[in-house]
């Protein structure tokens, strides 16, 4: 009880928004460099694959959104498979045949209201859920190139979507606010959901401002595949949500640390 009052009581928007605030400062310079030392001290992180140097980033929020270095690291493209969306956790993988995805065990919810339309789920639906954490790369990419159909953005809260939230709120991915990106590949539609999260001080797509909740947006714009779609502000959660007739059985068992662009699916 304790625990959902707290996860409640962090959950409003207006929170996050004031974090996004100060986490895109620019000043003091030596504030800055600081905070950024601490936050890759408390987090382990590198330069590794990155561009630049720590110091070449003016705000805490731009050191969260690091581009990569293509000299240092290339997101991979293969025609022939699904490829992960982003450096991650897969903390679910399953194929569907009801209106009923799974958060954790014992926790479900409607992918229809994820989504945000209805879905013929007779043939079945492959949903893998990716967790980004502070210490990732914080952009995500297209997992199979297809014409962007339309995007629209839903949810009223900011649950984190650790897994103390995901164990213990209700509907947390339909909860949150999250944009949902309709693609359609080969003839079959699909679904991309950024997920956001506690302290993610914005949700950026290749969609652009989507002016309506609630609504679909018309896009329809062709992305290859591995492109950049997005990023977060701070780490959050990527669902894709693909019919089984475009792809096969999962190539990677739950709970494996994945990178970008590696196999999720083969294309059916």
């Known amino acids: 009880m304790l625990t959902s009052m707290f996860l409640f009581s962090i959950s409003f928007p207006c929170l996050s928004r004031f974090y996004g605030r100060l986490v895109r400062i620019e000043r003091p310079r030596w504030l800055v460099r600081r905070v950024i030392a601490l936050f890759m001290r408390h987090y382990a992180i590198t330069m590794d694959d990155y561009q630049g140097t720590p110091d070449d980033y003016?705000?805490?929020?731009?050191?969260?959104?690091?581009?990569?270095?293509?000299?240092?690291?290339?997101i991979p493209t293969d025609a022939a498979h699904f490829l992960a969306p982003a450096d991650s956790v897969l903390t679910v993988c399953e194929t569907?045949?009801?209106d009923t995805a799974t958060q954790v065990k014992g926790r479900d919810y409607r992918l229809t209201e994820l989504v945000g339309e209805p879905l013929d789920l007779a043939a079945g639906w492959r949903v893998a859920v990716l967790y980004l954490s502070p210490h990732d790369y914080h952009r995500y990419h297209l997992?199979?190139?297809?014409?962007?159909?339309?995007a629209r953005?839903?949810?009223?809260?900011?649950?984190?979507?650790?897994?103390?939230?995901?164990?213990n709120i209700d509907n947390l991915f339909v909860r949150n606010e999250r944009v949902t990106l309709k693609f359609n590949t080969t003839g079959h539609d699909w679904y991309y959901i950024a997920v956001g999260a506690t302290f993610v001080g914005s949700i950026t797509t290749v969609a652009?401002?989507?002016?309506?909740a609630g609504e679909w947006h018309p896009v329809n714009t062709d992305l290859p595949q591995s492109a950049e779609v997005g990023r977060f502000d701070m780490g959050s959660t990527i669902i894709v949500v693909v019919p089984a007739a475009l792809a096969g059985e999962p190539l990677m068992a739950i709970g494996s640390k994945v990178?970008?662009?590696d196999k999720l699916w083969r294309v059916a």
């Open 58 to 74: 003016r705000s805490l929020g731009a050191f969260f959104a690091r581009p990569l270095d293509p000299a240092k690291r290339t």
């Open 96 to 98: 569907v045949h009801e």
């Open 143 to 150: 997992s199979m190139g297809g014409k962007l159909v339309a």
């Open 153 to 167: 953005r839903d949810g009223a809260r900011l649950y984190p979507v650790n897994r103390l939230s995901v164990n």
């Open 208 to 212: 652009g401002d989507i002016p309506t």
């Open 259 to 261: 990178r970008t662009g």
